[in-house]
């Protein structure tokens, strides 16, 4: 089991910027790639970002490439989501999951866990 607990959430004004975390434990972190997704009210739950195991290769949704950087700390078994630029759309709650795989698939069935979630709200 690998249980996740994001934090980093809250309300911002757009252009803002803000970093969440994804902290990790249970089993070994490195051994599974992380992802960041987010569910907007009234909407499905959709792919952010993701992070292979190393860290050496990442991949983003469109609509956050060139905003947002997903970037991981092994030794901290941390995950990381710097949200710079925020747009009013991008109200969601954030979540982290970690996936068996070395690199992480932007599809929710590529996730065995998942943590809890964390509101961020940007205001125009």
């Known amino acids: 089991q690998v249980q996740l607990v994001e934090s980093g959430g809250g309300l911002v004004q757009a252009g803002d910027s803000l970093r969440l975390s994804c902290a990790a434990s249970?089993?070994?972190?490195?051994?599974?790639?992380m992802g960041w997704f987010r569910q907007a009210p009234g909407k499905e739950r959709e792919f952010v970002a993701t992070i292979s195991r190393s860290g050496g290769n990442t991949n983003y949704a469109d609509s956050v490439k060139g905003r947002f950087t997903i970037s991981r700390d092994n030794a901290k078994n941390t995950a990381y989501l710097q949200m710079n630029t925020l747009k009013r759309e991008d109200t969601a709650v954030y979540y982290c999951?970690?996936?068996?795989?070395?690199?992480?698939?932007?599809?929710?069935?590529?996730?065995?866990?998942w943590g809890q979630g964390t509101q961020v709200t940007v205001s125009s």
């Open positions: 249970g089993r070994t972190f490195s051994n599974y790639a």
């Open positions: 999951a970690a996936s068996p795989s070395y690199f992480g698939l932007p599809y929710e069935g590529n996730y065995d866990y």
